[in-house]
């Protein structure tokens, strides 16, 4: 359970657990489709808005283990709820959402 959704496009919010017990995570946001990830990983989220920021994001150089040469960081965000009556197609229900206004 909660695997149900795929890694199939740009933006989505995701999980990757370290392993059983070892109570550490990562969090990500996907900047194009993923599908080695899926079953893998958790989709709990989706980027609704403020996508030329996470393209931005995109564009960081990235050292010899992926990791950022400058830091990066999400400082304004929010989170969309909707009515169960008005629920978005599909298990996830709350989206991330970037302010516009955020730059890198």
Do not use: W
């Not at 989709?43 to 403020?50: A, I, N, P, R, W």
């Not at 990791?67 to 999400?74: A, K, W």
Request: hydrophobic share 35%; glycine share 10%.
């Amino acid at each position: 359970a909660g695997l149900e959704m795929v890694h199939d496009e740009g933006g989505l919010l995701s999980m990757a657990n370290s392993g059983k017990n070892t109570n550490n995570s990562q969090f990500f946001i996907t900047f194009d489709a993923a599908p080695h990830l899926d079953g893998i990983h958790v989709v709990f989220g989706k980027v609704v808005g403020g996508m030329p920021v996470v393209r931005q994001m995109e564009e960081v150089q990235t050292d010899a283990n992926d990791r950022p040469q400058r830091p990066v960081s999400i400082s304004t965000c929010g989170v969309i709820r909707y009515s169960s009556r008005k629920a978005p197609t599909g298990p996830t229900t709350q989206y991330l959402h970037p302010s516009p206004a955020s730059s890198l």
